[in-house]
């Protein structure tokens, strides 16, 4: 696994309370030691000992690791963790592209809201079924949840917007598009939440 993994790639590394969940650079790798920056208000959500959980994006697909906390420098603001090269698991490409994901969530369009129902899912953004005529040149407030029900806020940059076939007497629309002002730590929960998914499927 050492041979995927280098110095100032970007990782993300989240420990039990998801909300210490961030994005840092490697500083260095020594052996299978990992030393990363983290921020001073971040500290408080990593202990020594404690196994958290780390994804980067390499050449071909991304790489889960679990790696466990082995040093904590306060002074420097650094953390270092230790990762067994044996242990990791690794998706292709076009395998975490996108996931399926049925759930209805919030958009609004000027003083009005909607109740549509997400098709598929990425960490950059969703596909989902809509009776709004949105419009690609508009971005639109949306809130929506993961299985956590805790609820992610942004907003929704429409790419592609088709008719959807049918008989049914109410149009609706598909729409595909991107995230947009993003907090990392949503990111940061799709991300793992997308991974996980596909994981799972990828192991039936």
């Keep these: 696994m050492k041979n995927l993994i280098k ?13 210490g969940g961030l994005s840092s650079a490697i500083n260095k790798i020594v052996g299978s030691t990992i030393e990363m920056d983290i921020k001073k208000d971040d500290m408080k959500y990593y202990s020594l000992g404690d196994v958290v959980e780390m994804f980067t994006v390499i050449d071909d ?61 990425s960490a950059g953004g969703m596909k989902f079924e809509t009776e709004a005529d949105l419009k690609c040149s508009q971005d639109y407030e949306i809130e929506f949840s993961l299985e956590s029900k805790i609820p992610i806020e942004c907003f929704f940059k429409p790419i592609r917007i088709d008719k959807k076939k049918g008989r049914s007497k109410v149009k609706k629309n598909i729409v595909s598009g991107r995230f947009i002002a993003l907090k990392n730590i949503d990111k940061i929960a799709i991300v793992q939440f997308c991974f996980k998914k596909q994981m799972e499927n990828k192991n039936k």
């Design 7 to 19: 110095n100032n790639q970007k990782v993300y590394m989240i420990p039990k309370d998801i909300q």
């Design 61 to 121: 697909g991304i790489l889960y690791f679990k790696p466990r906390v082995v040093e904590i420098d306060k002074g420097q603001n650094t953390i270092k963790v230790e990762f067994d090269k044996t242990k990791y698991d690794q998706l292709q490409r076009r395998e975490y592209t996108r996931i399926d994901f049925k759930n209805e969530f919030t958009l609004k369009s000027e003083d009005k809201s909607y109740i549509c129902t997400c098709i598929d899912l």
